[in-house]
């Protein structure tokens, strides 16, 4: 069985030669005659000189702009920093300039629980998303308005998002399964003028109709004037809301419109691209704001440098459109290759929907979470003894920590020769902090070092950078593809709180991790109370928003833990008013209202009855510190009892962890501290 470390694949000498990483390092010395021995030596130069790595990646990648940027970055500061500052550009027109090379290749694959495979060539796409974007703006929609979708992961979402930055308005974007709550409270912050919205989608072979859905967030935003309705269902008319509606297949009446007589809309490089919501353990969620050159230049060297992807590559990611892995799908598309749309349940009709599809679109890089992996892994599946995956070449694993058994059982079930990686990042960046490279071998739960242009250090219980050892991960450094602000934040109060307070002059993420004396990394979870549940988070404030409003409950605590074998434990502790009982109709009740709400996501996996809920000396929910005692944590290192606001109120927790490492239910930061 893999251990932790091992070293598990090494890549061929032809692998790391042709791949894009040496490449890049090629161009560098016969471009800026700079010459690196090691991915280490590039990435340690990266973040030492970031105006000569973002300029070099600017140049490399042939970014399209109107006029000459006046300098790579104004200053070095967190927030506020502004990259690339005089150049004009569109994220959309970068997507799309494959299109004149190969019009009618695949660009995208895609099905649905209700449609079979099929696929949507360059031309079509660009052809989609030219007379789209002009229907936009003949509807109105200028350089800066923000526009809303409500849908599933199916091409036609794709088409708007990329039809709405083509014109240069600010996308945002929540998945179906989310409820009226959840999707006022990210939608109100940025007042959207248009949605776009479905009449309901499929999953697991049922049905949900989302009009009554639909009919509630359009009420609940004053500022919508357009609504463009895609039936999934069946043929259906959008609902009379007292705006302007009208169905997808309107817009598309007309003639087409050539490459030649469409414009996009160039605009500066700190312009607004969209705006995706990372959710916190205290007020609304997070609106964070991203600018086309941060992303352009990010999603290039992610791409090409770090994914490998090139003009034969297929990349599939299991993804909804409420998580910011959807947005990268284009990673592909940049490079001239190909991406999967999925959308439905990966695990019906049969737990082996993904590797069939897989099989069946030829996809080079397959995209899921160690939680996916370890279903098959329990289930004693072989896909490779029933499919052929011989083009795969990258497993790519991301959303929750991975395990040495994950990184195992891939090599012995998919293919002995196969790159296994395990990748971490966020929301705030669109991107990876923690990533791949072609050229270094693969250690098992192992991710391979710290992206390039990421200044990552990880700080001890002493405020110290440390390695070899547990803490807290910072950056030091900006980075183009940090969010520009929160929505609605103008004197970046929330945002500091949020990311720099903790560490003056440091980014905190939130995450614990260590690094490896040889340039590795493994990350632990979640360091803050933010809930990770199934590689998307979402914020604890949005369930206690709900748990506030049920009769006879006095206050609750949720944390969600990432568990050794790559899957989630997410309990909800809940404390009574005198003369009210946690039976289980109250339980139904709980989970009912929560799924209605907010989304099946934040359903727990246990409701538990706890006689008090733990409080700091400043009135915060102990989350954290619950947390780090179901991950295994020693007392002393979780809290400290002289933060107590009550004498004794952790007891109960403690006990409850101890009785779950009792039962082996050990957690995943006792799992590989004791496995290193």
Known sequence: MAKYGDILWTPSEDFVANSGMTRFMAWLKNSRGLSFDSYSDLQRWSCDDIEGFWAAIWDYFEIMSDGPYQSVIDEHRMPGAKWFAGARLNFAEHVLRHERNAPDKVVFHYLSESQPLAGMTWRQLGSRVRMLAERLRALGIKPGDRVASYMPNVPETMVAMLATTAVGAVWTSAAPEFGVEIVRDRFAQVSPVLLFATDGYRFAGKTFPRDREVTEITAALPSLQHLVWLPVLGESSPPSLGVQSVTWQDLFDGPEISLENFRYERVGSDHPLWVLFSSGTTGLPKALVHGHAGIVVEFYKAAALHQNLGSSSTMFFYSTTGWMMWNTLVWAPMMGGSAVLYDGSPSFPSTEKLWEMASKTGATVFGTSPTFIETM????????????????????????????????????????????????????????????????????????????????????????????????????????????????????????????????????????????????????????????????????????????????????????????????????????????????????????????????????????????????????????????????????????????????????????????????????????????
């Open 377 to 676: 892994r329990r289930a004693n599946f072989c896909p490779r003894s029933k499919y052929d995956l011989s083009k795969v070449e990258q497993i790519f694993l991301a959303g929750s920590p991975s395990t040495a058994e994950t990184f195992g059982w891939l090599y012995e079930n998919v293919s002995p020769d196969l790159w296994v990686t395990s990748q971490s990042g966020g929301t705030e960046f669109c991107s990876g902090i923690l990533a791949a490279s072609p050229t270094l071998p693969v250690r098992a739960a192992e991710i391979q070092g710290m992206a390039l242009g990421f200044d990552v250090g990880v700080v001890g219980d002493d405020g110290r950078d440390v390695i070899d050892q547990v803490g807290e991960m910072t950056i030091r450094k900006p980075t183009p593809s940090m969010p520009l602000f929160l929505w609605g934040d103008e004197d970046f109060r929330r945002y500091r709180e949020s990311y720099l307070e903790a560490y003056p002059g440091r980014w905190m993420h939130g995450d614990f991790m260590r690094l490896t004396p040889h340039g590795g990394a493994y990350v632990y979870g979640r360091s803050d109370a933010t809930l990770n549940r199934f590689g998307v988070r979402i914020g604890s404030a949005e369930i206690y928003g709900t748990m506030e409003a049920i009769e006879g409950i006095a206050d609750s605590l949720v944390v969600c833990i990432e568990e050794p074998g790559g899957g989630f434990y997410m309990p909800l502790f809940v404390c009574m008013k005198p003369g009210f009982s946690l039976d289980e109709r109250k339980r139904h009740e709980i989970v009912q209202r929560l799924r209605k709400e907010r989304s099946p996501r934040h359903v727990p996996d246990e409701i538990l009855e706890t006689p008090t809920i733990p409080y700091t000396l400043t009135g915060k929910k102990m989350e954290v510190p619950v947390r780090k005692l179901l991950m295994g944590w020693p007392r002393d290192r979780a809290y400290s009892d002289g933060v107590l606001r009550q004498a004794g109120s952790m007891e109960w927790f403690n006990d409850f962890a101890a009785r779950r490492a009792e039962n082996g239910q050990k957690g995943l930061y006792h799992t590989k501290i004791g496995s290193n």
